[in-house]
């Protein structure tokens, strides 16, 4: 069977320097965007989120951005620890779209010591 | 209790076999969701509900999946007639309130891996 999708797209960073995941949503009504983070054999851990209304919002080591134009986000991790290794995925909602939310494919990061 | 349970965490099964896997939210909580993820990808959207209604059923992808909360707590996914492709590991999610009212926040369980043999 096709195996789209077996390949994450992989970042490597070496531990104290800064991370930087993108990700193209789809849908320019999309209203609402988080970013979670899955380790190995856990389910999605809330990392950020952040409303259309706004292009930046910073957390503890964690700043995600959104630029509604070109419909890409992006999560900056600051000082990358070997604790951050694990896929991140950006999730979207759609505006008057209900409860979903929608996954993208994810970004599997590495921190190399 | 503190997080979302999910049982089993495991689950073997043969094709044509009828699986039944089980959700338990945080207290409280009374937006549900399901969530089913393949290897490689990200969570795909099931069901959702908000107290014991299953407000959203859109992504159920066939007839042969089912869920239900009757009291409003505990939910289960009912899978009939199994099929290889239904494997990958399936995602519960709660939140206080559903998505659509607010920036909310899914807590999700560590999800039951099925396997259709």
Redesign the interface.
């Known amino acids: 069977g096709e195996s789209v999708?077996?390949?994450?797209p992989t970042l490597s960073v070496q531990e104290g320097d800064n991370s930087i995941i993108n990700c193209a949503y789809s849908n320019s009504a999309s209203d609402?965007f988080?970013w979670?983070k899955q380790e190995s054999?856990?389910?999605?851990?809330?990392i950020i989120?952040i409303?259309s209304n706004m292009d930046k919002r910073q957390g503890q080591r964690v700043t995600v951005l959104l630029n509604k134009t070109v419909k890409h986000l992006s999560l900056q991790i600051a000082a990358t620890q070997p604790g951050d290794s694990a896929v991140y995925?950006c999730?979207e909602?759609a505006a008057g779209?209900?409860?979903?939310?929608?996954?993208?494919?994810?970004t599997q990061l590495k921190v190399e010591l | 209790g503190a997080g979302v349970s999910q049982t089993p965490s495991n689950k073997v099964t043969e094709k044509g076999k009828y699986v039944e896997l089980r959700c338990d939210p945080i207290s409280g909580h009374t937006a549900l969701y399901w969530y089913r993820q393949s290897l490689g990808q990200g969570p795909e959207f099931l069901i959702y509900f908000q107290g014991t209604g299953a407000a959203d059923d859109s992504g159920l992808p066939n007839d042969r999946f089912f869920a239900v909360r009757p009291e409003g707590s505990v939910s289960t996914l009912k899978i009939q007639r199994t099929e290889r492709g239904d494997s990958a590991v399936y995602l519960c999610a709660s939140s206080p309130r559903s998505v659509s009212s607010g920036a909310n926040v899914l807590t999700f369980g560590a999800g039951s891996r099925l396997t259709v043999l």
């Open positions: 999708g077996l390949h994450l609402y988080i979670y054999g856990k389910g999605p851990q809330f989120d409303r995925f999730a909602r779209g209900g409860n979903k939310l929608t996954f993208g494919t994810g």
